[in-house]
Structures are given as structure tokens and as C-alpha cells.
């Protein structure tokens, strides 16, 4: 844990499909984020990390998306996504698109240093437990590959769930196996995409647990999607979602309640 005489000022990276696709994880994160003492700011100058392309091979336009998120977010102590994936742009991958170039790489060095995915740094970073959250539900956990494999993200959340009055947590089967989502991976290969999450779908309903928590909206909406296809009555939440105390709408890929 970091000891500080003042709130650390984060820079919260809400990340691209956050933002248009479940902004409650947004919010969910800024309430924890803030009772774990810090002090917030939402950079509105914040655009893509640049994974898309880079993934694509479009090194030229990723790096100009590099340096829009390092001019924006340098100047805070720590940048916090809730996602591994960009977390782990940011942090991991950053550094081979400036070798030939010094001045960046000096920068981006900086940045990548400070950059967290949120559960690691709740836990590792503010040694932060949630007070007062509940769930009454059996749940069980995906481990999104960025985040385990770039970022050692593991017992952090399971740290932090434990926490989490009325949960109960049971165990799948693969959790550290993709879902099949991985990016632009489902555009190109839609067929073995499909083949994946058909396989990781049956080994969630078999936990017979109720809820799916994970890290990453990415795999959390394809999880969702195919539960949804099947039929399937298990919830998805974003783990922050949980932690803040504000799963209680409706949950990824299921449809708004009627009033």
C-alpha cells in the first residue's frame, strides 16, 4: 500500500466500450475509487488506448492515439482503467511503439509505470476493502488474458469479493481460458470466436452458479450475448459493479425493465 499525506489524484481511463456500452461500470468505479481515498478526475480529452490498431498492425495511428493518452493523463499519479485489456495497452505495450524515438519513450515510460487496472489497484495499491457491499447470489469468475496473463490480475478480485455480504463464490471450469472475444479476434475469426464462447458458455451454466463476474466488458458482453442465445438465466456484472453496491439493474446484455 501506498502511504500518502495527500489523496492520490487519479486519472480514470473510463475506456472506449465502457463509455458506450455500460457506463454503470464507469460510475461504479468512480464510487469505489473515491471511498478508497482518492481524489478523481475524469480527463474529457481521453480517447481510444489505440488497441484496435494496433492489434491491426496500424502501428502510425496507434502511436498518435499513444500520445493524445500521454499528453491527457501524465499528470496524475496513477491512471486507472476497468479493463485489463486497455490497462495492459497502456501499460505493457506502450513501449514498442517509441523505441526509435527517445523523447516519447521517456513519457510513455512514465505513464506505463503508473497505469493500473482497478481491481489490482484497489487491493495492491490503496489495500482497499469494500465496506458494507452485499450480493445475495452464487457466483463464479472469468479471467480476462490481458489482465491475468500481462497484468497478474488473479486474487485481487477474489480479494475483494470476499468482502461482498451474501456472495458465494464457486469455481469454473477454464477460468483463465479465453472467451473467445479478444478484440478484433471475433471480426476476423467469427467462426472459431463462436466455437470458443459456445464452449465457454456451457462450463459457466455447468458452476451452477447464478451471476458471472469478471474484469473486462469486452469478454463480459460476448459472455452475456451467447448466455443470452442460449437461454440462459445467469446475470453478468462487471466486478466493480458488485463492489459498489450497484448491481442492482439490469445486468449485460439483459433487456431495461419495463416500467
Known sequence: MQHRSTPPRVGFFVTCIVDAMRPNI?????????????????PQAQTCCGQPAFNSGDDAT??????????????????????????SMIRSHYGELF???????????????????ILSFL??????????????GVATYHDSCSGL?????????????GDVAGLRMVPLQGNDECCGFGGTFCVKYPSVSNAIVEDK??????TGADTLLGGDM??????????????????VYHTVEVLAGMADGPAICKPEKMR
Open 149 to 161: 496473463r500481462d497484468l497478474g490480475v488473479h486474487d485481487q478480485p477474489r480479494a475483494l469479493l
Open 218 to 235: 469486452g469478454c463480459l458482453m460476448n459472455m452475456a450475448g451467447k448466455l443470452s442465445r442460449r437461454g440462459s438465466d445467469v446475470k
Open 62 to 87: 496507434t502511436r498518435d492515439l499513444a500520445r493524445q493518452v500521454i499528453e491527457v493523463f501524465e499528470g496524475y499519479d496513477y491512471v486507472v482503467a476497468p479493463s485489463g485489456s486497455c490497462a
Open 201 to 206: 458458455a456451457a462450463k459457466i451454466e455447468a
Open 99 to 117: 523505441a526509435d524515438d527517445p523523447a516519447w519513450a521517456e513519457r510513455q515510460r512514465a505513464l506505463s509505470a503508473k497505469t493500473w487496472e
Open 26 to 42: 464507469g460510475f461504479a468505479s468512480l464510487k469505489l475509487l473515491e471511498a478508497a481515498g482518492c481524489d478523481v478526475e475524469v
Open 123 to 136: 487491493r495492491d495499491v490503496m489495500d482497499y476493502h469494500p465496506q458494507g457491499a452485499s450480493y445475495d
